[in-house]
C-alpha cells in the first residue's frame, strides 16, 4: 500500500524555463537508465524474492525511486512551464509558438499532446517500455544486473550535470546521482552476503572449459593482464586448437527418422546446383558500365578506375 507525501525527497528549484534542457532531462524520467526502468526492476524483483533481507532492500530501494521519478519528472515540469502556458493560452504569435516548440529539440508528440508536462519517453520521444526491465529471478544474476543499472545511471546523471548551468538543478541532479551510488553500494552488500555467488545459478561449470582464456583476435594490439594472462588462466593463442576445442570432429550432425532422412535426400536431389554449368541471368542482360565480367564477355560492361574517373568528368 503507497500514500504519497506531497513534499519532494529533494527540493527542486529552477531558476528558468528551458525546454531545450527538459527535453533532455527526459532521459532519466522514461529512458532505459531512467527512474521508472530502476523502480519497475527492484518492483518486480522484490516480489518474487524469497529471502526476506533481499526482499525488505529491493522494496525500498524501488519505492525510493518512484521518488526520484517524481523529482526529475518536476524538474522536467518546471523546465516547461513556458512552453506550456504558450500552449495553452496561445498569447505568442503562430511562428513565435512554432518555433519556441521547435527549439526545444522535443518531439512534436511531446510538446502538442502532452502539452510540455513529463512524458514516458526519453530524450529522443522513444516511449518507455518494459523491455527496460531485464530481471531473471535470479538473485546472484539481478544483482549483478542492477549493480551495472546504478552505474549506468550515475554516468547519465554526470552528463546532465555538465549541459546545465542552473544551480538549482545541479544541486538536485546531484542528489540522484549520489543516490545511484548509495543502491550500487548495497546491492553490492547483497550479493557478497550470498555465499559461492559466482558463477549464477546451480549448475557448476565444465571444469575443462572454465580457466581457458582463447586469444581470437590477434594481431597488433595485442596485450597481457590478469584478464587473459597468468596461473589462473590457460591461454590459447594457436586458434587451431580451439577448433573443435572438445575433440570432436566439429561438425553439426543429428539422427533422423528414416522417414524424415528420405524426404530430405529428395530434397536435396531435388534443390542440386550444376556447378558446370553457365547460366545467363538478368544481371548478365541488364549489365552496363561499372557492372564488372559478366556471363556474356561481349556485355561485360567492364571499366578501370582511370576510365570510370574519366566518364564521370564527361558526365560533370
Known sequence: MFMHNKRLQYTVRVSEPNPRLATMMLEQFGGADGELAAAMRYFTQGLGEDDAGRKDLLLDIATEELSHLEVIGSIVAMLNKGVKAQLSEGQLAETELYQMIGASGASAKESL????GPSLTDSAGVPWTAAYVDSRGEPTVDLRSNIAAEARAKIVYERLINITDDPGIKEALGFLMTREIAHQKSFEKAL?????????GKLPGVEAFANV???TSQGEGDAEGPWNSGEQ????DDLERTMPIDGGDGLASVTLQESDAEALTRLSART????????????DLGAGPGAGRTTDDDKSGAVDIEDAVAMAAERD
Do not use: H
Open 113 to 116: 499532446l502532452f502539452g510540455g
Open 213 to 215: 582464456y582463447v586469444n
Open 233 to 236: 588462466w590457460d591461454r590459447i
Open 272 to 283: 542440386l546446383s550444376n556447378p558446370a554449368s553457365e547460366p545467363m541471368t538478368g544481371v
Open 192 to 200: 557478497y552476503a550470498i555465499e559461492n555467488n559466482f558463477p549464477s
